[in-house]
């Protein structure tokens, strides 16, 4: 595994997402013995950094996170838990009782990073929810905090109103999905010590059967899936969290941290698309 250090933290470049496990918008119980398999199999493998939100099957994927952490004894300290509050509760008070409901759920005494999942409504302003994220900070519940889906404007405007370095943006971003490369989000985030998480990093229909790609893949032995987030793994500041419930894929996804692009194969990634 490869990590990011800043602000006196390390944290992995991979991580595990969550949207889905659990279900979709609502708790699907069908599907916790695969989700929490999937959880399971991630820890064993050496996962230590999860993120759900609490808008992720209605918070039931919050609750699957802490039985999975529960249930192998995994201890606390060794991990990095990312939970986000929907954008339909930035109030103050509605911030407030967002976090201590995640912390419930995820029967938690405090959030390694707590994001805004969401920009607020037009009009909208952030005093009020970066008030409550503030004390939330202060009273230790919360340990660093970011944003999800920030455009510029609005990442400056956070980093503002936080009393403690905004921790990172989390924004879609794959090999043929460049829109926050373009935007001047990633390298804002470059500059400024703040991580850009990748999510949904190998959502890519035509990904597996890509030429360049498979060509690089073969060369190192390694799945398209393992090169497209070797790809971002390999650029500084870049953390992104893949999610499956195929306890191989959850395997190669980690493993994919240690595969090392040479500088023409990361040439050519990066121009593919
Ligand atoms: N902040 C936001 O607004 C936001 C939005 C979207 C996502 N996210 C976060 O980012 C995480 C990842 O994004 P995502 O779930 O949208 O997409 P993703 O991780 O890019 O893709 C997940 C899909 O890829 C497949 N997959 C994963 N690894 C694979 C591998 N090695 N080989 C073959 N197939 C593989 C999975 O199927 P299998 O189960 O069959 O492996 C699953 O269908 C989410 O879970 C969530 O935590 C955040």
Redesign the pocket.
Known sequence: MKYETLHGLSIPKIG??????GGDSYPDPKLDPVSLA?LRAALEVGYTHF???EG?AAGHSEELVGRAIRETNTKRENLFITT?VSPEHLQYEQVLKSCENSLRRLNMDYIDLY?I??PPRAGMKLDGTFRALNQLVRDGKVKHLGV??FKLKLLKEAQSLSETPILTD???Y?LPDKAYVENGVLEYCQQNNILLTA??????RNL?VNKTVGAIANAHSA?P??IA?AWLVAQPRVIT??????A???K??FE?ADIELTEEEFKTLSGLW
Request: charged letters at 10%; proline letters at 9%; zero cysteines.
């Open positions: 595990l997402g969550t949207w889905q496990l999937a993120d759900t939100a992720y986000k994001l999942h969401w999800s889906n989390q924004v879609p794959r999510y949904s990093p190998v959502k890519f597996p799945t899936f393992q987030l969290i893949p999610m499956s419930f195929n191989q894929h959850i190669d996804n994919a």
